[in-house]
T-cell receptor, first 115, second 113 residues
Framework: GDSVTQMEGPVTLSEEAFLTINCTYT??????LFWYVQYPGEGLQLLLK???ADDKGSNKGFEATYRKETTSFHLEKGSVQVSDSAVYFC????WGSGNTGKLIFGQGTTLQVKP | ETGVTQSPTHLIKTRGQQVTLRCSSQ?????VSWYQQALGQGPQFIFQ???????GRGNFPPRFSGLQFPNYSSELNVNALELDDSALYLC????????????FGPGTRLTVT
């Protein structure tokens, strides 16, 4: 079945450091890929998405490129801030009739940014 | 535009009891999906309701059931609570049977003792 695997956390970085969180997926067909962020005590917020191969999703300085050849969707940011400290989830969703549009999530990666 | 709301925020139940969680969808959305997020894990899909009908179900036993009302708000009911049901329960609303972006509520934290 479909699945998403993320790098183990926690990831601890100093402010202004470069961030990469690895995400790989297994799915039939051509799923859409997402990154969600969860701040402490809150629900999930969509950070960015990509719907087809080679698409790049971007938002708030974060980027991820849909790589079908490596089945990956790694999250990157050039310079992290303390306010980026949160849990990040990679997810996929398959389109088309008969699909509920359910999201399949990875296990999450905790990012802690120190001043 | 009002976002997705959930109630209650927290609750504590005893093993064997029953619980009802509530979700109000975002204005204009006709689909509600429920997810269970155990501590330290990613959310797992429980089921989805579209236009008041169940529209898909994840790998959860029948003691997890739901309803959707004409105003598209939804309830998640869990019978015969088990310790492993302790989790954050998230609902997400969307339009078009879940194929559009899903907007998540803040969740209900359920603790079963």
């Amino acid at each position: 079945g479909d699945s998403v695997t993320q790098m183990e956390g926690p990831v601890t970085l100093s402010e202004e450091a470069f961030l990469t969180i690895n995400c790989t997926y297994t799915a039939t067909g051509y799923p859409s890929l997402f990154w969600y962020v969860q701040y402490p005590g809150e629900g999930l917020q969509l950070l960015l998405k990509a719907t087809k191969a080679d698409d790049k999703g971007s938002n708030k300085g974060f980027e991820a490129t849909y790589r079908k050849e490596t089945t990956s969707f790694h999250l990157e940011k050039g310079s992290v801030q303390v306010s980026d400290s949160a849990v990040y989830f990679c997810a996929l969703r398959r389109w088309g009739s008969g699909n509920t549009g359910k999201l399949i999530f990875g296990q999450g990666t905790t990012l802690q940014v120190k001043p | 535009e009002t976002g997705v709301t959930q109630s209650p925020t927290h609750l504590i139940k005893t093993r064997g009891q029953q619980v009802t969680l509530r979700c109000s969808s975002q204005s204009g959305h006709n689909t509600v999906s429920w997810y269970q997020q155990a501590l330290g894990q990613g959310p797992q899909f429980i089921f989805q309701y579209y236009r008041e009908e169940e529209n898909g179900r994840g790998n959860f036993p029948p003691r997890f059931s739901g309803l959707q009302f004409p105003n598209y708000s939804s309830e998640l009911n869990v019978n015969a609570l088990e310790l492993d049901d302790s989790a954050l329960y998230l609902c997400a609303s969307s339009s078009t049977g879940g194929q559009d972006e899903q907007y998540f509520g803040p969740g209900t934290r359920l603790t079963v003792t």
